[in-house]
């Protein structure tokens, strides 16, 4: 018995083969168990010389079991700490990674372009106070863009004054950049911007990009000159016909409309004979600088705002305002961008 089990236990590899060799031998059925319980029938002189020889076998049986058991653990940690090693000199697997949503997008395009051009960029609040979005901006009392058809008024507050509204443009960081530093001044604004208008080609939550350029004997030729550079770099096309229309805002003078050559039947930019506005832009209005405290004698500059949706839709062939912000993911995949 004590070979067979030598045998058995050099033979068994895992926990569960050795477990079988030690309930086969010490287990209730086992066979040292059934000779033991088999003492009984051995006669009376030769029971306490067999009983010893058995108690003896048993217990080196057992020590051989336990130690054969230790063995076994050992080789499976062993085996284990192998499989488990780290090598750390494998590149990480790679994380999923997501994709730029195309306004952010279309917004770092344009920082990118304005920023060759000397622009650094500015920021403004969201809610916004009545002066900096309209009354600096020389947008009188009865404006119809002040009706709150138009604009999001916020409920007044106690000791705020006039109720704030979010800004209907992005046009009020003029304002405040004009009042925060000293000309020259050379910035873009690119923000949310927000109008109660909800259909196809409204939302109420929009982005622009303000530019304002302040300087001594800035003219209409830099105007010019900078948004044909601007949009010609934006789409990529160095021939892109580009008009001025004149235009009406309260707070520039003269003021235009900017259209880009397109086909209306192909929906191509920069082909056929037809006009597509893109951008609105205009001299800073002299009263706008006095309203900022800057000397309209010894100052000027030009101001542009553009939609920031309606260029990325045209660039990138987007044909529904409202998919920008369903966060479909099917869409994202479709029109994001990497990283
Ligand atoms: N704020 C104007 C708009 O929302 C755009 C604009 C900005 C026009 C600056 C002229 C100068 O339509």
Same mark, same amino acid.
């Given at each position: 018995?004590?070979?067979?089990?030598?045998?058995?236990?050099?033979?068994? !590899?895992?926990?569960?083969?050795?477990?079988?060799?030690?309930?086969?031998?010490?287990?209730?059925?086992?066979?040292?168990?059934?000779?033991?319980?088999?003492?009984?029938?051995?006669?009376?002189?030769? +029971?306490?010389?067999?009983?010893? &020889?058995?108690?003896?076998?048993?217990? &080196? %049986?057992?020590?051989?079991?336990?130690?054969?058991?230790? &063995?076994?653990?050992?080789?499976?940690?062993?085996?284990?700490?192998?499989?488990?090693?780290?090598?750390? *000199?494998?590149?990480?697997?790679?994380?999923?990674?997501?994709?730029? $949503? @195309?306004?952010?997008? *279309?917004?770092?395009? /344009?920082?990118?372009? =304005?920023?060759?051009?000397?622009?650094?960029?500015?920021?403004?609040?969201?809610?916004?106070?009545?002066? $900096?979005?309209?009354?600096?901006? !020389?947008? @009188?009392?009865?404006?119809?863009?002040?009706?709150?058809?138009?604009?999001?008024?916020?409920?007044?507050?106690?000791?705020?004054?006039? @109720?704030?509204?979010?800004?209907?443009?992005?046009?009020?960081?003029?304002?405040?950049?004009? %009042?925060?530093?000293?000309?020259?001044?050379?910035?873009?604004?690119?923000?949310?911007?927000?109008?109660?208008?909800?259909?196809?080609?409204?939302? @109420?939550? =929009?982005?622009?990009?303000?530019?304002?350029?302040?300087?001594? !004997?800035?003219?209409?030729? $830099?105007?010019?000159?900078?948004?044909?550079? =601007? %949009? +010609?770099?934006?789409? !990529?096309?160095?021939?892109?016909?580009?008009?001025?229309?004149?235009?009406?805002?309260?707070?520039?003078?003269?003021?235009?409309?900017?259209?880009?050559?397109?086909?209306?039947?192909?929906?191509?930019?920069?082909?056929?004979?037809?006009?597509?506005?893109?951008?609105?832009?205009? /001299?800073?209005?002299?009263?706008? %600088?006095?309203?900022?405290?800057?000397?309209?004698?010894?100052?000027?500059?030009?101001? =542009?705002?553009?939609?920031?949706?309606?260029?990325? /839709?045209?660039?990138?062939?987007?044909?529904?305002?409202?998919?920008?912000?369903?966060?479909?993911?099917?869409?994202?995949? $479709?029109?994001?961008?990497?990283?």
């Amino acid at each position: 018995l004590k070979q067979e089990t030598i045998e058995a236990l050099i033979a068994a !590899n895992t926990h569960n083969e050795w477990d079988a060799v030690r309930v086969g031998t010490l287990g209730r059925s086992g066979k040292l168990t059934m000779l033991l319980r088999q003492l009984g029938q051995v006669p009376a002189e030769e +029971r306490k010389a067999r009983g010893q &020889e058995l108690n003896r076998l048993r217990d &080196e %049986l057992t020590k051989l079991i336990e130690k054969r058991g230790k &063995e076994i653990e050992e080789l499976a940690l062993e085996a284990r700490l192998k499989e488990e090693r780290v090598d750390v *000199t494998l590149p990480p697997p790679l994380e999923p990674q997501g994709l730029i $949503h @195309p306004i952010s997008r *279309t917004i770092e395009e /344009m920082t990118a372009i =304005f920023a060759r051009m000397g622009f650094s960029v500015a920021e403004g609040p969201d809610i916004e106070t009545q002066w $900096h979005n309209f009354s600096a901006l !020389n947008t @009188p009392d009865h404006h119809p863009a002040r009706t709150e058809q138009d604009t999001f008024y916020l409920l007044d507050e106690e000791g705020q004054g006039e @109720p704030r509204v979010l800004r209907t443009q992005t046009s009020g960081v003029q304002i405040r950049t004009m %009042l925060g530093q000293n000309p020259p001044i050379r910035i873009i604004a690119p923000g949310r911007t927000y109008r109660a208008d909800h259909d196809a080609t409204h939302s @109420p939550m =929009f982005h622009q990009c303000e530019g304002l350029v302040i300087d001594k !004997n800035i003219t209409l030729g $830099h105007l010019k000159g900078c948004l044909i550079e =601007f %949009l +010609r770099a934006y789409f !990529n096309k160095p021939d892109l016909p580009v008009r001025f229309r004149s235009s009406y805002f309260p707070f520039t003078e003269p003021s235009m409309e900017v259209d880009i050559g397109w086909s209306r039947k192909t929906g191509e930019i920069g082909a056929g004979a037809d006009w597509l506005e893109v951008l609105g832009a205009g /001299m800073v209005n002299p009263r706008v %600088l006095a309203n900022c405290g800057l000397d309209p004698a010894e100052w000027q500059g030009f101001a =542009f705002g553009m939609g920031v949706e309606r260029l990325a /839709m045209l660039k990138n062939g987007i044909a529904d305002l409202r998919s920008f912000y369903e966060s479909d993911l099917r869409w994202l995949r $479709h029109y994001g961008f990497s990283a």
